[in-house]
T-cell receptor
Framework: GDSVTQMEGPVTLSEEAFLTINCTYTATGYPSLFWYVQYPGEGLQLLLKATKADDKGSNKGFEATYRKETTSFHLEKGSVQVSDSAVYFC???????????FGQGTRLTINP | KAGVTQTPRYLIKTRGQQVTLSCSPISGHRSVSWYQQTPGQGLQFLFE???????NKGNFPGRFSGRQFSNSRSEMNVSTLELGDSALYLC??????????FGPGTRLTVT
């Protein structure tokens, strides 16, 4: 079945460090890929998305590129801030299914 | 534009009871999906409704059910509650594919 695997957390970095959170997927169809972020006590917010191979999603300094050959969608940010501390979820959606399949989430803590 | 709202935000129930959670989607959105979030299982898809019809269902027992009204508001019901049903229940609405907007969730505790 369809699945998403994220790098194990938690991840702790210092402010202004470079961030990478790895995400790989398994899907039978042609999925769209997403990164969602969850701040404490809140629901999920869509951070960025890519709907086809080689697309790059970007938002708030975060980027991820849809790599079909490696079935990956790694999240990167060049310089993290304390306010980026949250849980990050990688997810896929098979076209038309309106059903998201999530990875297990990666807790990110940024220290000043 | 108002976001997705969920009521109540917190709920405590006893084993064996039933519970109904409510979700109001963003105005104009006709698709509503429900997800369960637990520390052990993570985020799991429950079901999705569009124009009052269930289009998709996850792998949950029949104790979990839902419905959608003509104004797109949705409810989910869990009967005969078990301790393992304690979770954050998230509702998401969408106007089209690729863009699901989540509410803040309902935190259900079963004792």
């Amino acid at each position: 079945g369809d699945s998403v695997t994220q790098m194990e957390g938690p991840v702790t970095l210092s402010e202004e460090a470079f961030l990478t959170i790895n995400c790989t997927y398994t899907a039978t169809g042609y999925p769209s890929l997403f990164w969602y972020v969850q701040y404490p006590g809140e629901g999920l917010q869509l951070l960025l998305k890519a709907t086809k191979a080689d697309d790059k999603g970007s938002n708030k300094g975060f980027e991820a590129t849809y790599r079909k050959e490696t079935t990956s969608f790694h999240l990167e940010k060049g310089s993290v801030q304390v306010s980026d501390s949250a849980v990050y979820f990688c997810a896929l959606e098979i076209q038309g299914a309106q059903k998201l399949v999530f990875g297990q989430g990666t807790r990110l803590t940024i220290n000043p | 534009k108002a976001g997705v709202t969920q009521t109540p935000r917190y709920l405590i129930k006893t084993r064996g009871q039933q519970v109904t959670l409510s979700c109001s989607p963003i105005s104009g959105h006709r698709s509503v999906s429900w997800y369960q979030q637990t520390p052990g299982q993570g985020l799991q898809f429950l079901f999705e409704y569009f124009s009052e019809t269930q289009r998709n269902k996850g792998n949950f027992p029949g104790r979990f059910s839902g419905r959608q009204f003509s104004n797109s508001r949705s409810e989910m019901n869990v009967s005969t509650l078990e301790l393992g049903d304690s979770a954050l229940y998230l509702c998401a609405s969408s106007l089209s594919a690729y863009e699901q907007y989540f509410g803040p969730g309902t935190r259900l505790t079963v004792t």
